[in-house]
């Protein structure tokens, strides 16, 4: 089938039974993979209620129609489940090479479900699938795994996608890693994966994934590697930490867990200065962008490199570190380990805003002085964390369960919603990123959202939006009607980025953009596809997700931020300008009445609109 396998790989972990389901054209037309196929599967099969950590939640692999296309950008696939961390709906994009190797191995997508009586991993090659023990690797680091499963499989090729000792046990925000320096970082899916006795999922392929129309699919493939040095230069020469100084300048990094927009020694985590330790770019499955950078720095394992700006600002300006060997440490030990950088960064520097305002003391964290700018005990506690050691297990639970029992007054250093730390990305710098984590239905995330500076001026990216009805600039700091009507149009597309499962950098708009893409879907499949039927892929994934949280217990109520981002800044920038709560619940309802959800909950006749006619049967009377 062009553009898929059309098998997916159903594992149940209890009873080692493996077995393959056909889904029809359809269903994947409708459902595509990544995002949406999970939110499918988990609404259709986990019931309401079930505990994230037990046997009843389900693990959800799934590739999507672009991944493993010889385009740049077309290398990446989700995991998904219900969430550890927030209790609601939880996936994660990785990119790498393991997506598309899953594709030319032979399957679209793997279902987990139940729990093996004792650690395992899963083989997968050329279409067939076996569990084997993994008793020998169960405590291994990130490195260590991969090698001793090559090893055995007698394969240097196998892409490995692998837990740490942080999802063995259990850590809220556990990760999961391939290739080792790509992750599947937020929302704790690998915690689930540590709950289920599963160490890792290895896959080998050797069947290019077969197309409609290899010419087409070859002239956008040429266009995007002639294209790269154009639209992705700044991504080639820094890297994502290229943000570090650009958000700086504009009083946007975030500092001391949020308190400020501006950390004082922002040069020496730029990526300028990283760039002086620079041994080669790497790169993502076919991907020309090559904007992963792998470094050389003190005696670190230069493996571990290719620290992403998420991770340089959770462990540097946001913990008020700023020797970069250390950042650069923290980076090596959650990748070892298997912990979201984001949510174990944010939820050490909540410890140590705590400290600055006397609500804990060393005495409490096991003698540590978890100070903002101690770096020494910043590593210490990463490594408590994931072995959830002392106060290291308490954080492991993350911030908002933290603050819950910490108490006095600790909820309000709690950066995060529905439980899930924010990224590194100020909402008082980008008010419709700040909507957009409210109503995140995985928390605080910006990967399915918008950044306000994309559309606050007239540029090859808003001339590429008309085509989804976007033709004029909104201000950044604006939440009016109109922004919220751009927000959720974009926040549509980026679901379907998620869907596809393709990178947001290369297919965003002002690079490939929406035309580009549906005719590389056209082409893939040989479907004929609309740039219309893409927001709609988007749009179906976002209300499955809705849905899902809907029924698990979650309001209107939840979509809301901390009190932190209605305050201004003491200092830089932003001391003049915070959101304001009349602006923002203004906005919120705009928000909900143009994606077609009263009071927070899709309605009847939205769901009809998509075709999701059966998940009405899934919500509220």
């Known amino acids: 089938m062009p553009g898929y396998n059309g098998k997916i790989l159903r594992v149940n972990l209890t009873s080692g039974a493996i077995t393959i389901e056909e889904p029809s054209e359809n269903f994947y037309r409708t459902y595509f993979g990544g995002e949406a196929f999970i939110s499918y599967t988990l609404l259709k099969e986990v019931a309401k209620g079930v505990d994230p950590l037990g046997p009843e939640n389900k693990l959800v692999f799934a590739a999507g129609i672009l991944t493993g296309l010889p385009v740049g950008g077309c290398g990446r696939h989700a995991v998904g489940a219900k969430s550890p961390l927030t209790g609601g709906i939880g996936f994660s994009e990785a990119g790498g090479y393991w997506g598309a190797e899953l594709k030319m191995a032979g399957f679209d997508a793997i279902i987990f479900e139940g729990k093996s009586p004792k650690p395992v991993y899963l083989s997968v090659t050329d279409g067939k699938a076996e569990l084997r023990d993994a008793g020998k690797l169960w405590g291994m680091k990130a490195l260590e795994c991969q090698d001793a499963i090559r090893a055995e499989l007698g394969d240097n090729l196998v892409k490995v996608a692998l837990i740490g000792p942080g999802g063995e046990n259990m850590v809220r925000y556990a990760c999961i890693s391939n290739d080792i320096d790509a992750f599947a970082g937020r929302s704790g899916m690998g915690a689930v994966m540590g709950s289920k006795n599963l160490k890792a999922v290895a896959c080998r392929g050797h069947q290019r994934v077969a197309v409609a129309s290899p010419e087409k699919v070859a002239e956008i493939g040429k266009w995007v590697r002639d294209n790269t040095p154009v639209f992705a230069k700044g991504l080639r020469d820094l890297g994502t930490p290229r943000l570090t100084e650009m958000l700086n300048m504009d009083g946007g990094l975030p500092t001391r867990n949020f308190q400020l927009g501006q950390f004082e020694n922002v040069d020496a985590i730029s990526g300028k200065t990283i760039n002086e330790y620079l041994v080669r770019r790497k790169a993502c499955f076919a991907c020309p962008v090559q904007c992963k950078r792998e470094i050389k720095i003190g005696n670190l394992d230069q493996r571990y490199s290719g620290q992403e700006y998420e991770t340089i600002a959770a462990f540097g300006s946001c913990c008020g570190v700023s020797d970069l060997v250390t950042v650069c440490k923290a980076h090596e030990l959650t990748s070892a380990y298997g912990v979201d950088s984001i949510s174990c960064g944010a939820s050490i520097s909540f410890a140590m805003e705590c400290v600055e305002n006397g609500i804990l003391t060393p005495a409490d964290m096991d003698g540590i002085d978890l100070r903002f700018g101690n770096g020494e005990a910043?590593?210490?506690?990463?490594?408590?964390?994931?072995?959830?050691?002392?106060?290291?297990?308490?954080?492991?639970?993350?911030?908002?369960?933290?603050?819950?029992?910490?108490?006095?007054?600790?909820?309000?250093?709690?950066?995060?919603?529905?439980?899930?730390?924010?990224?590194?990305?100020?909402?008082?710098?980008?008010?419709?990123?700040?909507?957009?984590?409210?109503?995140?239905?995985?928390?605080?995330?910006?990967?399915?959202?918008?950044?306000?500076?994309?559309?606050?001026?007239?540029?090859?990216?808003?001339?590429?939006?008309?085509?989804?009805?976007?033709?004029?600039?909104?201000?950044?700091?604006?939440?009016?009607?109109?922004?919220?009507?751009?927000?959720?149009?974009?926040?549509?597309?980026?679901?379907?980025?998620?869907?596809?499962?393709?990178?947001?950098?290369?297919?965003?708009?002002?690079?490939?953009?929406?035309?580009?893409?549906?005719?590389?879907?056209?082409?893939?499949?040989?479907?004929?596809?609309?740039?219309?039927?893409?927001?709609?892929?988007?749009?179906?994934?976002?209300?499955?997700?809705?849905?899902?949280?809907?029924?698990?217990?979650?309001?209107?109520?939840?979509?809301?931020?901390?009190?932190?981002?209605?305050?201004?800044?003491?200092?830089?920038?932003?001391?003049?300008?915070?959101?304001?709560?009349?602006?923002?619940?203004?906005?919120?309802?705009?928000?909900?009445?143009?994606?077609?959800?009263?009071?927070?909950?899709?309605?009847?006749?939205?769901?009809?609109?998509?075709?999701?006619?059966?998940?009405?049967?899934?919500?509220p009377e």
């Open 378 to 619: 910043m590593l210490k506690m990463i490594e408590m964390i994931a072995l959830r050691k002392g106060f290291g297990d308490l954080l492991a639970e993350g911030s908002l369960r933290a603050a819950k029992k910490i108490g006095k007054g600790s909820e309000a250093y709690a950066m995060q919603v529905k439980g899930q730390e924010f990224p590194m990305h100020e909402p008082r710098y980008k008010p419709a990123l700040g909507m957009g984590f409210a109503m995140s239905p995985t928390g605080a995330d910006h990967c399915h959202n918008m950044h306000d500076g994309l559309v606050a001026a007239k540029t090859p990216i808003l001339e590429d939006s008309k085509s989804i009805g976007i033709y004029e600039p909104v201000p950044v700091k604006s939440l009016s009607d109109e922004k919220m009507r751009v927000l959720v149009v974009f926040t549509y597309w980026q679901h379907f980025i998620n869907s596809a499962v393709v990178c947001q950098f290369v297919m965003s708009s002002g690079r490939v953009a929406y035309k580009r893409t549906a005719e590389l879907v056209e082409a893939a499949t040989g479907w004929n596809f609309s740039v219309l039927e893409l927001i709609k892929v988007g749009e179906r994934a976002a209300n499955l997700a809705r849905a899902f949280n809907v029924r698990e217990g979650f309001t209107a109520a939840d979509d809301v931020l901390p009190e932190r981002c209605f305050t201004p800044h003491a200092s830089g920038p932003l001391k003049d300008y915070a959101l304001n709560h009349a602006e923002f619940d203004n906005a919120k309802e705009a928000y909900y009445g143009i994606s077609g959800w009263p009071n927070g909950i899709p309605s009847k006749g939205k769901l009809l609109e998509l075709d999701l006619g059966w998940v009405v049967s899934h919500l």
